[in-house]
Nanobody
């Protein structure tokens, strides 16, 4: 019922910035909590950030707090992840995800019902 498409990944040097976008369709976007997760090769999928339905509340994984910012534009049905001061350990496939629980700030991937296809972020030394 909800389709998510990520974009904006690429190759960047350490210390650089990227902005990821996730466009949603198929459901009222403003009712969804939206999260970002990432998965490096051979690693478990890891929570990155989440934003509630209105954009008024956010929560971040410790390793990205202060460097990454999640925000949303409900009129455009799009959620963004602004990534600054990137590090090689940020290299991963980044996924956006949606939860019908609009005020949920969960870091648990199983609590998100819908997922995008992922976009690759590679940070070189």
């Amino acid at each position: 019922q909800v389709q998510l498409v990520e974009s904006g990944g690429g190759l960047v040097q350490a210390g650089g910035s990227l902005r990821l976008s996730c466009a949603a369709s198929g459901r009222t976007f403003s009712t969804l909590a939206m999260g970002w997760f990432r998965q490096a090769p051979g690693k478990e999928r890891e929570f990155v950030a989440v934003i509630n339905w209105s954009g008024g509340m956010t929560f971040y994984e410790d390793s990205v707090r202060g460097r990454f910012t999640i925000f949303r534009d409900n009129a455009k049905k799009t959620v963004y992840l602004q990534m600054n001061r990137l590090k090689p350990e940020d290299t991963a496939v980044y996924y956006c995800a949606a939860s019908p629980s609009g005020d949920s700030l969960s870091r648990v991937s199983a609590q998100y019902n819908y997922w995008g296809q992922g976009t690759q972020v590679t940070v070189s030394s």
